[in-house]
């Protein structure tokens, strides 16, 4: 019986504990100020590698090309080149790659355009996305909004955690129900 509630604890154990999941994030950093037409602007695309080592690595992005002309990419201080792979209708691949492999967090290229833009108005102009997956995915480039309600209960996460803690707690109990009838 002792082997079975161990393992139900371990079991337990591994559901509880959340996992760690590292991945690369990028972000996309807008240039401030007023944007006049004619102008070359400058994005500026920062990556965090998040304690993984990169000998190389892509990110994808769009740009409205009723608005922008692309123009140029030059690496940033992660990795030591970069270049870039023009898809057409406003899509680029952009590649950085290194002899050393970098970890950490940093500035992966700058990315310039001219303004060509006919008119004042404010819209989005560029957003990052992951060259491996059909669609892309802009990537906020400010903090997520602020809930307006907090959740209900009933909410279908909290009633499954409370379902796994009485679970727990049952367990536990009967277990200690049949070693106090043994001795």
């Known amino acids: 019986m002792k082997k079975i509630l161990i393992t139900i604890f371990l079991i337990l154990g591994v559901l509880l504990v959340p996992n760690s999941v590292l991945a690369t994030t990028f972000d996309l950093i807008a240039p401030s100020g007023e944007l006049i037409r004619g102008q070359n602007i400058k994005f500026t695309i920062n990556i965090d590698t998040e304690g993984k080592s990169l000998s190389s690595t892509s990110i994808g992005m769009t740009y409205e090309t009723q608005y922008l002309e692309y123009v140029s990419t030059t690496p940033g201080n992660t990795f030591t080149t970069v270049s870039v792979d023009v ?11 290194s002899t050393t492999p970098y970890s950490g967090s940093g500035t992966y290229a700058y990315v310039t355009y001219k303004l060509i833009a006919t008119g004042p108005g404010a819209t989005q102009l560029c957003a990052l996305f992951n060259p491996s997956s059909p669609t892309p995915t ?8 602020v809930p307006t309600s907090l959740p209900k209960s009933g909410d279908s996460k909290s009633v499954s955690q409370g379902i796994v803690l009485a679970t727990f707690f049952l367990i536990t109990a009967a277990g200690g129900f049949f070693v106090l009838k043994k001795t």
């Open 87 to 97: 898809q057409g209708s406003g899509k680029l691949i952009i590649s950085g790659s």
């Open 138 to 145: 802009p990537v906020l480039t400010s903090p997520p909004p």
